[in-house]
């Protein structure tokens, strides 16, 4: 599958008071035509920055980037303000967590929209908007778009809220659309029921999805690939099932084993120590600290090892940690 969005060899530091905070150590991602692929990890661990880098939202005038991020071919990192704005909202289209920090208060859904379908080229003319505007919520089963359309985001629940986002995201039908826990402020109900919506309209606009989370229980459900991100880096990555079935790097691992289980009588199992400080991280393999395998060899830098079929994993003691 030719790569829509590809990220190579990619690195942040941040100039802080305390000193240089390496925030992302040589990422690589690639999310294919119409995929679904996850993006997992704890928080903190580096997932929204490395969205907000795609969007052109980390400014730099105290950061260092290397590294390319690369778009249909269009190196984002490199390319005009004026370009990235073009292609925000046309064909890559963000959705955040928050849906009320999203939206503005002070303007009505329907003026919302608006500024995105105009942007978008879809339609210039009022009537044209708001038929495409109400034609969007309804693809997000919204049963009454026109009062929705009138409302302010404050006069709405979080879920209609989530389900308006959704619906702006893909009104232009973006190749990419950039989720970012989207229905983490949601109940677990409304969350499931977005992201099965996120899922089918995906599936019908053919656009591909990079969705970040730290909620296993959504890329079962939701992707097609997973890459698993610890302190700024990618530690393994592959098929969801391959993941879950022979999870290799023992970060993935831990995770796994945090996730509740709803039968059996299995306790979940935390995972021991903290995040590192990005301003003194450890050598070499970051979540060595707080691995139950730790070895002298994970001191060094670990590159991904092939496992083939797209699996690949960054642990020197990967066979070790499968047999555990």
Same mark, same amino acid.
């Given at each position: 599958m030719a790569a829509l969005l590809r990220i190579s060899d990619l690195h942040l530091h941040f100039k802080l008071f305390e000193g240089i905070s390496y925030v992302l150590k040589g990422v690589n991602l690639e999310v294919g035509r119409g995929e679904r692929v996850a993006l997992v990890g704890e928080s903190g661990c580096g997932k929204s920055v490395t969205l907000r880098l795609i969007l052109g939202l980390v400014r730099q005038n105290n950061a260092q980037i290397k590294g390319h991020i690369e778009f249909d071919g269009l190196d984002l990192l490199h390319s005009p303000a004026a370009k990235l704005r073009e292609l925000r909202g046309r064909r890559i289209s963000p959705i955040f967590q928050d849906p009320m920090a999203s939206l503005n208060p002070t303007f009505t859904i329907f003026d919302q929209m608006s500024a995105v379908i105009r942007r978008g080229g879809k339609a210039r003319r009022r009537a044209e908007v708001f038929e495409l505007a109400r034609s969007a919520l309804r693809q997000v089963a919204i049963t009454d778009p026109e009062r929705v359309l009138g409302a302010y985001p404050f006069q709405l629940s979080g879920g209609l809220n989530q389900?308006?986002?959704?619906?702006?995201?893909?009104?232009? +039908?973006? !190749?990419?659309? /950039?989720? #970012?826990?989207?229905?983490?402020?949601?109940?677990?109900? %409304?969350?499931?029921?977005?992201?099965r919506l996120m899922r089918r309209l995906t599936e019908e606009t053919h656009s591909a999805v990079l969705l970040i989370t730290h909620n296993l229980g959504v890329v079962r459900e939701f992707a097609e690939r997973v890459y698993v991100m610890y302190a700024g880096s990618v530690v393994e990555e592959g098929l969801t099932k391959q993941i879950f079935a022979s999870p290799k790097h023992p970060y993935t691992r831990a995770l796994l084993a945090s996730v509740p289980k709803l039968s059996g009588g299995e306790l979940?199992?935390?995972?021991?120590g903290?995040?590192?400080?990005?301003?003194?991280?450890?050598?070499?393999?970051?979540?060595?600290?707080?691995?139950?395998?730790?070895?002298?060899?994970? +001191?060094? !830098?670990?590159? /991904?090892? #092939?496992?083939?079929?797209?699996?690949?994993?960054?642990? %020197?003691?990967?066979?070790?940690?499968?047999?555990?």
């Open positions: 389900r308006v986002l959704i619906a702006m995201a893909l009104v232009n +039908q973006p !190749d990419l659309i /950039l989720a #970012d826990e989207p229905g983490t402020a949601l109940d677990v109900t %409304v969350q499931e029921q977005t992201l979940p199992q935390g995972i021991e903290f995040v590192p400080d990005y301003t003194k991280p450890p050598s070499g393999c970051r979540f060595h600290p707080r691995c139950p395998h730790v070895h002298a060899a994970c +001191q060094r !830098d670990q590159p /991904l090892r #092939d496992l083939g079929n797209g699996h690949r994993v960054a642990c %020197v003691l990967y066979e070790e940690v499968s047999r555990a």
